[in-house]
């Protein structure tokens, strides 16, 4: 597996087998001079398909895919992983991809329908904060909050443990304020209750949130891909008739002009 930092705190780390520690303090592995980083921060092991996370503190603050992790963690490819607040995205190496390719055959055909699997109604697309370029799909009725049981657990101070609930209806999600200190907000504005519609942006105190709507997205994408066909401009009215006066009009000047040269009155 391999380590992205987008932000370029460190340089892509393929991951060794064995052992890759990570810290502030010389002799690490992945050397990372930040805010919020130990000396010896945590441990990623690596057996060449699995990865893991060890928490070294409990006080060293790692999140995976937005959940504190406060135990030895198991982690994969596409999984997001913060070391304080230096953020790194786990990618597949090159062989890991081509075994997937390979496990990813056509099966064979064998009689039984295959259930497509359907895009979320509403899905929620983090904009700020520790959250910021993960997607949340909404179902049914769900909580957010700094509590780990939550279905959207956002491990910061600001956030309560049971923040908000959301629940989707046909036109949107219901936003309710379960009571938190720092408030809920539906663009920019404090609620207790409140609608939130596709655009509009979702605010827990400083963490915010857009609610998208994947399938009105793919409609949008699909109409801009269609051809362009330029229709003709209609002609105005009389249009021709003028035209056709101005073409005898040249005509007739240039027939004049040429007859007076012939007769040696213009010359040129």
Same mark, same amino acid.
Request: hydrophobic share 45%; proline share 5%.
């Given at each position: ?19 890759t ?46 959940r ?7 982690f ?18 090159e062989?890991m ?10 099966? =064979? *055909?064998d #009689? ?8 979320? !109604?509403? +899905?929620?697309? &983090? ?13 049914g009725?769900?909580?957010?909050g ?29 936003? =309710? *304020?379960? #009571? ?8 920019? !504005?404090? +609620?207790?209750? &409140?609608m ?73």
């Amino acid at each position: 597996m391999k380590l992205l930092f987008p932000n370029g705190e460190h340089e892509p780390v393929e991951l060794k087998l064995g052992t890759t520690r990570v810290g502030s303090a010389a002799g690490n592995d992945i050397l990372l001079m930040a805010p919020g980083i130990a000396a010896q921060h945590c441990e990623l092991g690596f057996d060449g398909s699995n990865g893991t996370i060890k928490v070294l503190n409990p006080a060293n603050s790692i999140a995976l895919n937005g959940r504190q992790v406060m135990q030895e963690t198991a982690f994969k490819p596409g999984d997001i992983i913060l070391f304080g607040k230096v953020g790194t995205r786990v990618l597949a190496s090159e062989r890991m991809q081509a075994a997937a390719a390979a496990a990813r055959k056509e099966p =064979e *055909d064998d #009689g039984r329908t295959r259930v497509r699997q359907a895009l979320p !109604k509403f +899905v929620l697309r &983090g904009v700020s904060g520790s959250t910021f370029g993960k997607t949340f799909a909404l179902v049914g009725t769900m909580t957010v909050g700094r509590a780990g049981e939550c279905d959207i657990s956002i491990p910061t101070d600001e956030v309560s443990r049971q923040h908000a609930k959301l629940q989707v209806m046909p036109d949107g999600v219901a936003v =309710e *304020d379960m #009571g938190s200190a720092n408030g809920t907000f539906i663009n920019d !504005k404090r +609620v207790h209750t &409140g609608m939130l519609k596709p655009g509009e942006e979702l605010r827990l105190d400083t963490v915010r949130f857009m609610l998208v709507a994947p399938h009105l997205e793919m409609q949008q994408v699909a109409k801009a891909a269609e051809p362009v066909v330029a229709k003709p401009a209609p002609a105005a009215a009389g249009g021709g008739g003028q035209l056709k006066w101005l073409l005898m009009g040249v005509l007739g000047t240039a027939a004049i002009i040429a007859a007076l040269w012939a007769a040696g009155i213009v010359k040129f």
